[in-house]
């Protein structure tokens, strides 16, 4: 089938170009985001391939229905940047990658909160300037620590069967109860009573109307003095003008993110030589206990490899008339 394969870095291109040997696809590369003012590039192509920075709105999907686009096949678990009813309304069809490996958010997630709480960031910098003093390093020990998750879904899990192997207690909150989550060893309790109890947080739901600032000045306020915050889901989940006034007060000990609200505008790139002119990034990464990384909790070779090979593996299903495994709750 004839893909607009949008955002793919060059890595990705390259595993896609391997994988897509057993597909046989025709694949085409944009080194633009797909966005309105870029979707008449996919005239023609019956399938778009696109990723989480994408603009995939009701316009744009309107321009890709009238260049004949039946299919949107995005290379990520989340979808909320698919206008999904837009899609539907154009008789589009939606798939994604249900699972790759939950593995990779999950241990990412780990990682940011192990350093942000040992402020292994502030040693890796300080001991390269021949500095070993250990002021200002102090941690706590996870052990016998509260966890409080929101969003116990695959990766939720994940992280609190490792939580578990720390000697955590794990507190969830989710819409649906799933047994494997008491099963490896969390507790439901309610939003408020993980607020209260936790003292780090780690956000594991998908990014919707209702969850869009879940993290807001209320419920930080409602947050233990100091608590950790770790986001490896989605920028929108947390206000973060709210959080960095958190920050300033000291009533957030330390933020850790993999996503931000406006990282469409960032991520992705290498901006290293340009002047950055979002004054909310440039104030968060001004903070010695606040972590930023682009969007790379992900990025394991498992996980982008399984990426790949949905993906493809979704497009041919569709070409052939095949059921589409990877679009069970986008059709709900
Ligand atoms: P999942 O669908 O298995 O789990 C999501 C869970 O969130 C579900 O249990 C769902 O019921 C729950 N949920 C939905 N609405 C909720 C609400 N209002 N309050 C509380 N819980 C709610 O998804 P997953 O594979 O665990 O992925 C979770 C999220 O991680 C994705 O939506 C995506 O945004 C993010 N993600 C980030 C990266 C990264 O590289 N940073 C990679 C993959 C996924």
Not at 46 to 65: E, M, S, W
Not at 74 to 90: E, M, P, V
Not at 220 to 246: C, F, Q
Not at 249 to 274: K, M
Request: with cysteine; charged share 20%.
């Amino acid at each position: 089938m004839r893909v607009a394969v949008f955002s793919a870095k060059k890595y990705e291109r390259e595993l896609l170009n391997a994988a897509n040997v057993a597909w046989g696809h025709a694949l085409t590369y944009f080194d633009s985001l797909l966005e309105p003012e870029t979707a008449s590039l996919a005239s023609g192509f019956p399938a778009v391939c696109v990723f989480v920075n994408d603009r995939t709105d009701a316009q744009t999907i309107g321009t890709l229905a009238s260049g004949g686009t039946r299919l949107i096949a995005t290379r990520s678990t989340g979808f909320n940047h698919i206008d999904l009813k837009a899609a539907a309304a154009y008789g589009i069809e939606v798939v994604r990658v249900v699972d790759y490996s939950s593995y990779s958010v999950a241990e990412f997630a780990v990682g940011l909160l192990l350093t942000l709480n040992r402020k292994i960031h502030r040693a890796y910098n300080r001991t390269r300037d021949g500095n070993f003093e250990l002021d200002g390093l102090m941690g706590f020990d996870l052990h016998g620590r509260c966890v409080g998750l929101l969003g116990t879904g695959k990766i939720g899990r994940v992280f609190a069967g490792i939580m578990r192997g720390f000697g955590c207690d794990v507190l969830g909150y989710d819409k649906v109860l799933h047994p494997e989550f008491v099963a490896a060893g969390g507790r439901y309790e309610s939003l408020d009573r993980i607020y209260q109890r936790a003292d780090f947080v780690s956000l594991h739901c998908p990014l919707t109307p209702e969850t869009h600032h879940i993290i807001n000045t209320r419920t930080l306020a409602l947050m233990k003095p100091g608590v950790l915050l770790v986001n490896t889901s989605r920028g929108g989940l947390i206000d973060t003008e709210a959080a960095i006034d958190a920050l300033k007060d000291g009533r957030l000990g330390g933020l850790a993110i993999d996503v931000y609200e406006q990282e469409a505008d960032l991520f992705f790139q290498d901006l290293s030589s340009e002047i950055i002119t979002d004054d909310v990034i440039q104030r968060l990464v001004s903070f010695p206990n606040v972590i930023v990384t682009g969007h790379q909790a992900f990025f394991t070779r498992e996980a982008v490899g399984t990426i790949v090979a949905t993906t493809l593996e979704s497009i041919a299903d569709f070409e052939a008339h095949r059921p589409l495994r990877n679009r069970d709750v986008l059709s709900q």
